[in-house]
């Protein structure tokens, strides 16, 4: 356990991976972040010690999705996951909150509703605008167009070798590359209904559903959302060959 700046870093023991990769090879994943820019920081460092540490030939950190909404960094937090991991390949996963969020930028007139009741208030309070006297291409502008445009070009799923990762979870009754969008992004109670095998496979790396703690017990799947607007952590899993080890970093306890 590492303390630094008021935040804590826990970097777990290696365990055996739940797929193996190529030995020289790195991938890192990050779960909700939901506006907590502070830890997605200190999660970046936690990463990019493990990547000096290793050396892998190639490496990948992949954001799980749901960077913004209900924290009061959102912004930062895209803008930390679009500059990522300096020496990695960086992915940024879209999640329910992002899709919500392009819907109200894409203009859709029953978008702002669900939106806001889903956390989306904080990011009108951090660019101190008023969600019902403000239309989104006024929000747009002040957001600014290249994010938005590279939030707009977010992929919905990645895979390596036999690992997936998405936000949500998959259809497992579905091939891999037939995979509906909106299951990637939203799935819940069928996704928790179907604990593998998957397709081809694969190992599915996703975060969407918060649990306090993040199990390893499953040969299929890992969940790395730990609540962080719930429990303030953040958790990060990087695959190194043929291990893993998962990262969490949450605000230092400070007695009163």
Not at 185 to 195: A, F, I, K, N, V
Request: aromatic share 8%; with cysteine.
């Amino acid at each position: 356990m590492q303390t630094l700046n008021g935040h804590t870093t826990l970097r777990f023991n290696w365990r055996p991976a739940i797929r193996a990769l190529p030995d020289d090879c790195l991938v890192a994943a990050i779960g909700d972040v939901h506006g907590h820019a502070d830890l997605l920081a200190v999660m970046h460092d936690a990463i990019k010690r493990e990547l000096d540490e290793i050396g892998p030939r190639s490496a990948t950190v992949i954001h799980l999705g749901d960077l913004i909404d209900r924290g009061p960094q959102n912004i930062d937090s895209l803008l930390l996951a679009r500059r990522g991991i300096e020496g990695a390949v960086n992915i940024t996963l879209r999640g329910n909150h992002e899709d919500r969020f392009l819907a109200y930028l894409a203009g859709r007139s029953d978008a702002i509703g669900p939106w806001i009741d889903a956390g989306g208030g904080s990011m009108f309070k951090e660019l101190d605008l008023d969600p019902w006297n403000v239309n989104p291409e006024e929000f747009r502008r002040r957001f600014g167009e290249d994010l938005a445009q590279w939030l707009e070009a977010t992929p919905f799923m990645h895979r390596i070798n036999q690992l997936v990762f998405v936000h949500a979870g998959i259809d497992p009754k579905r091939p891999l590359d037939r995979q509906d969008p909106y299951t990637l992004m939203w799935t819940r109670r069928e996704w928790l209904d179907q604990p593998g095998p998957y397709p081809e496979g694969v190992a599915v790396i996703h975060g969407h559903i918060p649990r306090r703690t993040v199990d390893f017990r499953s040969h299929h799947r890992i969940d790395l959302d730990s609540g962080v607007v719930n429990w303030g952590v953040l958790s990060g899993l990087v695959i190194s060959g043929g291990r893993m080890r998962l990262l969490q970093v949450s605000h230092a306890f400070s007695p009163s």
